[in-house]
């Protein structure tokens, strides 16, 4: 069990997961919790459908798309997994907007297959959700503020948030996943 008592020492690797039913972001960094920084190292956005097509074992008519983008981004996360060995991985929360319950279940069905992923890679490894708004309030966002730009900004800005990359031609997919790890990291410390 870690013991987060004593954090003046403390680093890990952190990877997060901007979850999406068109694209998943993702991220790599480091939270020293001695010095109260996020060092991203790695941000990528993640087409499905090109995961489909790449990953194409159950793309035939009779499978559901529902299960091809499952298996698609379980063999994604499994290849991250493999790549960075993370400490701890966090994914945002499924989010259920009245509106759009047909999104809230695909976006559920691929925030599972990336629990099962981790599971699968090492039951220990810590898996977390993040609720969409603690992910916003750890940058600083409002909200009810549905602007990207504003997500952008403030990780931007964030001073504790180092940037190991160039993060000025990322997406607001990889954005988002940058704010998902730092909202989790920021929480804990």
């Known amino acids: 069990m870690l013991n ?48 489909i097509d790449h990953t194409n074992v159950y793309k035939t008519e009779t499978y559901s798309t529902n299960i091809s983008m499952a298996h698609s981004v379980y063999a994604l996360m499994r290849d991250l997994l493999t790549h960075f060995e993370p400490d701890w991985v966090i994914c945002e929360s ?30 220990s490894l810590p898996f977390f959700f993040i609720d969409p708004s603690s992910v916003k309030k750890g940058v600083g966002v409002k909200g009810n503020d549905g602007n990207k730009a504003s997500m952008y900004t403030a990780v931007t800005n964030t001073p504790d948030i180092i940037k190991g990359i160039n993060i000025s031609h990322l997406d607001e997919h990889s954005i988002d996943a940058i704010a998902v790890g730092y909202g989790a990291f920021k929480y804990i410390s």
């Open 4 to 51: 987060l008592s004593d954090k003046s020492n403390l680093s890990l690797r952190i990877l997060s997961i901007d979850p999406g039913t068109v694209n998943l972001g993702s991220c790599f960094a480091v939270g020293d919790f001695g010095k109260k920084t996020f060092t991203v190292n790695y941000a990528k956005t993640f087409s499905i459908e090109r995961l």
């Open 94 to 123: 499924p989010y259920l907007n009245s509106m759009f319950p047909v999104s809230y279940a695909k976006l559920t069905i691929c925030a599972q297959a990336i629990q099962e992923a981790v599971k699968d890679h090492r039951f």
